[in-house]
């Protein structure tokens, strides 16, 4: 009878162990993945251009593409295509849906990551200063804002 009991004590502590382990893995972050250039968003061009707030396919003005891949260790590359093809890469830092890339050369760039009905999008922060064609012979100065999707 003795015998039994410790082999139940036994059995008992040995089931209370297993049960405190915690296997579960810990959350990645929402902005771990491949991110795709989707859109440039045009602002600050002359009123008379009617193009602010137009959304630009940079691949067919540009040929312009760009991928971001970050990773679950806190580094990521940029790969940017254009005529050649250069990486970027460097670490991060996601906070508030802000994502801060610091790049191995020292720059950086800031995105806000945001999420509707399953669409996810990394909004450059600050827009960088663009010149956009609007005939054979004219240009206008204003800003993109680039967007990637997840």
Do not use: H
């Given at each position: 009878?003795?015998?039994?009991?410790?082999?139940f004590?036994?059995?008992?502590?040995?089931?209370?162990?297993?049960?405190?382990?915690?296997?579960?893995?810990?959350?990645?972050?929402?902005?771990?993945?491949?991110?795709?250039?989707?859109?440039g968003?045009?602002?600050?061009?002359?009123a008379?251009?009617?193009?602010?707030?137009?959304?630009?396919?940079?691949?067919?003005?540009?040929?312009?593409?760009?991928?971001i891949?970050?990773?679950?260790?806190?580094?990521?590359?940029?790969?940017?295509?254009?005529?050649?093809?250069?990486?970027?890469?460097?670490?991060?830092?996601?906070?508030?849906n802000?994502?801060?890339?610091?790049?191995?050369?020292?720059?950086?760039?800031?995105?806000?990551?945001?999420?509707?009905?399953n669409?996810?999008?990394?909004?450059?922060t600050?827009p960088?200063?663009?010149?956009?064609?609007?005939?054979?012979?004219?240009?206008?100065?204003?800003?993109?804002?680039?967007?990637?999707?997840?």
């Amino acid at each position: 009878m003795k015998r039994s009991l410790y082999v139940f004590c036994l059995l008992g502590l040995i089931t209370l162990l297993n049960a405190c382990k915690n296997d579960d893995p810990a959350p990645v972050s929402p902005i771990v993945g491949r991110w795709e250039l989707s859109r440039g968003l045009l602002s600050g061009f002359p009123a008379s251009s009617n193009i602010n707030g137009a959304a630009i396919d940079l691949y067919y003005f540009e040929s312009l593409g760009s991928t971001i891949d970050i990773y679950a260790d806190n580094t990521f590359n940029t790969n940017y295509k254009n005529v050649t093809v250069d990486d970027a890469p460097g670490t991060w830092e996601f906070s508030n849906n802000s994502l801060t890339l610091k790049y191995d050369t020292g720059d950086q760039d800031i995105y806000t990551y945001s999420k509707n009905k399953n669409i996810e999008e990394l909004t450059l922060t600050t827009p960088v200063s663009y010149t956009l064609p609007v005939s054979s012979t004219a240009t206008v100065q204003g800003q993109i804002t680039t967007i990637y999707r997840k």
